[in-house]
């Protein structure tokens, strides 16, 4: 199938280059001139396992290609896939500018059968506002007669970074949002060669879907860190209670490890979206709020118990491990990590980070005082505390007898309880985790 894909970001570029992998030809468009230019290159402008060897590939079978306009793409295309960003607009609410501007240029151009599938995470109602978007742009350019022969369906994304190729080639679930069984069919047909199951459901239902699995998944992290806290307080270890609940398959092992709370470019938006959302249909969403609450609370009681432990922060240097919204990624939109460094900033902190992929987007978005190390033992030089902030598998085989003799002092903070079972103590260490009561 000719497929087009409109927005070349996390989302566009992978299940882009997914769906050429399945054997379909797709052009990737995106208004990003660099990154476009930097794709024709051959490279790839994030960081993602196996990404670059599959775009290489694509690139050589000539099943994908790149570009600007998507004048230039989008005669004989089939599907034309909406992939752009829906980040957090004003009070929360998703902001559907960079959807509504990708419907408009559909419909200004579209001058054949088609269908739009809509793959960005947006509330209830856009799929049927964007097909009447593109079909009133058809009517202002002229082809009102041709506006029924375009359809809408939604496709919402589930994919994890750091396992967004075997998210895409292995998915729990395709979810296929459309009204008529021709729409049903393309979609099913365009997952050909991926065995999972297809949940057909209405529209309404696809996009609702969407907000609620990340709705869920970020109300299991802070559900875990309510018993964290009450862990911290009578003694319970929270990774031993979240073992044994997780062994109960109604319940399952999965987001239940307590921290500093989840962050990313998905679940801090789409909760507070689904919140707004709810309250514009005159509905309350309680138990979200409290985990918006609980979220926020959990990066300030980190940072509490630092300032705490060393009476004040101000002018104490701390080094820091993990800056990505969570390990495998270079991504720190949302990072609870970020939020925990720019407050520690405020308190009077001076920062020593590093992370293994998360630097340079990390760099744009901190204060210039912070300052950024070539390797974690390096971050660690003279430092008051090491405070581990993402999950990175590689800090569990850190030499801690040369972090130890750098520090000042030799004292963990440990925000993922990712060193927890590394020894620490062992090595003279005092270390700080996250519910882990009387084993600290
Ligand atoms: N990142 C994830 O892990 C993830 C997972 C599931 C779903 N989603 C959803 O997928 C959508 C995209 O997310 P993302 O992380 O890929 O966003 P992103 O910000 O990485 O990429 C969006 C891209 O769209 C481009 N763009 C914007 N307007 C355009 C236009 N009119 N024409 C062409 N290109 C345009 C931007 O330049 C950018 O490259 C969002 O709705 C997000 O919630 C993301």
């Known amino acids: 199938m000719n497929v087009v894909m409109i927005g070349t970001g996390y989302v566009g570029l992978v299940t882009g280059l997914g769906f050429a992998k399945l054997g379909h030809r797709v052009a990737c468009v995106d208004t990003d001139v660099a990154k476009i230019a930097r794709l024709d290159r051959g490279e790839t402008p994030f960081y993602e396992p196996g990404l670059p060897e599959l775009l290489r590939e694509m ?37 559907l500018s960079y959807v509504e501007a990708a419907a408009d240029c559909i419909g200004k151009l579209l001058d054949h059968e088609a269908l739009v599938v809509l793959k960005s995470s947006v509330p209830v109602g856009t799929n049927r506002d964007v097909l009447a978007r ?27 970074p750091g396992f967004a190729l ?17 729409a049903q069919q393309t979609l099913d047909r365009l997952h050909d060669g991926i065995k999972a199951t297809r949940a057909f459901l209405s529209l309404e239902s696809a996009e609702l879907a969407k907000y609620a699995a990340n709705a869920l998944l970020a109300t299991k992290v802070s559900f875990i860190n309510e018993i964290a806290n009450i862990a911290e307080r009578t003694g319970a270890d929270v990774r031993e209670v979240a073992r044994a609940v997780g062994m109960d398959r109604r319940i399952g092992p999965h987001f239940l490890q307590a921290g500093i709370g989840y962050g990313g470019s998905c679940f801090p938006k789409d909760v507070s979206a689904l919140h707004q959302m709810a309250g514009t249909t005159g509905y309350e969403f309680k138990l979200l709020s409290a985990v918006i609450e609980v979220n926020n609370a959990q990066r300030e009681r980190f ?52 992370d293994p992929e998360g630097m340079e987007l990390a760099r744009r978005t901190l204060p210039a005082s912070v300052q950024f190390a070539t390797t974690a033992v390096d971050a660690t030089t003279g430092a008051d505390a090491l405070l581990v902030l993402t999950d990175w598998p590689e800090f ?30 062992e090595f003279g260490f005092t270390y700080h985790g996250v519910g882990l009561g009387s084993r600290e």
């Open 59 to 95: 690139q050589e079978a000539g099943r994908v290609v790149f570009a600007t306009d998507l004048a230039d793409v989008i005669g004989g295309a089939e599907i034309i896939m909406i992939a752009v960003g829906t980040p957090a607009g004003r009070d929360g609410f998703a902001d």
């Open 303 to 354: 940072v509490s118990r630092v300032a705490e432990e060393l009476d004040g922060v101000r002018g104490r240097r701390l080094a820091v491990w993990g800056l990505a919204f969570k390990g495998g990624t270079d991504d720190v939109r949302g990072s609870s990590a970020i939020d925990v460094v720019q407050r520690l900033v405020g308190l009077g902190a001076e920062i020593v980070a590093y």
């Open 134 to 160: 593109v079909r009133r742009a058809m009517g202002a350019a002229g082809r009102e007669a041709l506006t029924s022969v375009v359809t809408i369906a939604s496709l919402p994304e589930f994919l994890r």
């Open 396 to 425: 569990k085989d850190v030499s801690f007898a040369a972090v130890h003799d750098r520090m000042a002092e030799p004292r963990v903070f440990d925000g993922r309880n990712h060193l927890a079972d590394s020894g620490l103590k």
């Open 166 to 182: 075997r998210d895409f080639m292995e998915p729990d679930r395709v979810v296929i949002g459309a009204d008529d069984a021709v």
